[in-house]
């Protein structure tokens, strides 16, 4: 009895406390990613944005954080790709008619704060709580459940009617893989955004760009070069 050498714990009895811990510690990243602030980890308040990668942000702490030039900036990897403001975009959230606010938890339980959502899907209906797959739209800010986006598969926006690419739509809170996909478009992005403001000026003469550019993005820098011409 009690594992005195004379008994053996089964395989259930150690990994039955762990698994519970750690279902409890998903549920409480999932609560933390989809009502807090990336940044300065307070409740998200409108007006919300959101960046490249899909991390959400109250817009003031943005700007707080491009504000500020101390040598030291807190949790600024959490936010080192935002350069500028134009670098996130506001969103434009659907509310949740069935949402109650904090009076529908009194026990602050976090289990129950992922069965309600602040926002839902403007178009099916679905709940913006870690759940679901959401998107947004980078050309206009609108926020969708990806079932919405293909499902209803179209070439505008569903609430604004605003032209969109396949490039726009940007995954909230997504996997590892899919931050990574997303990454790889921003570079490519302002890449692209530096190498037609180059072509503006040295269009003339291409081996003329900037030495960051030729330096150290040359073979993407001649491809992306190619096109633009």
Request: hydrophobic letters at 35%; glycine letters at 6%; a positive charge.
């Amino acid at each position: 009895m009690g594992c005195d050498g004379g008994t053996i714990p089964k395989r259930h009895e150690l990994v039955k406390g762990p698994k519970k811990v750690e279902k409890v510690d998903k549920d409480a990243e999932l609560v933390a990613q989809w009502n807090y602030c990336t940044l300065s980890q307070e409740i998200l308040r409108r007006p919300i944005v959101a960046c490249e990668l899909g991390r959400l942000y109250n817009k003031d702490a943005v700007i707080e954080f491009l504000l500020d030039k101390s040598a030291e900036k807190a949790l600024g990897k959490a936010a080192s790709h935002i350069k500028s403001i134009k670098n996130v975009t506001e969103l434009r959230l659907s509310d949740n008619p069935a949402w109650e606010g904090d009076k529908g938890n009194t026990k602050g339980d976090k289990h129950d704060d992922l069965q309600r959502a602040r926002f839902i899907c403007p178009v099916v209906g679905l709940e913006m709580n870690g759940r679901h797959r959401f998107c947004f739209l980078r050309c206009c800010g609108c926020v969708f459940s990806e079932r919405a986006l293909k499902e209803i598969k179209a070439e505008v926006c569903h609430t604004c009617g605003a032209a969109f690419q396949e490039d726009d739509v940007i995954v909230l809170n997504g996997t590892k893989e899919d931050v990574e996909v997303l990454k790889t478009r921003m570079e490519e992005r302002r890449l692209r955004a530096k190498l037609e403001k180059v072509m503006g000026v040295f269009r003339l003469c291409p081996a003329s760009a900037p030495e960051p550019i030729a330096k150290h993005q040359t073979a993407r820098y001649w491809q992306l070069l190619r096109g633009l011409q």
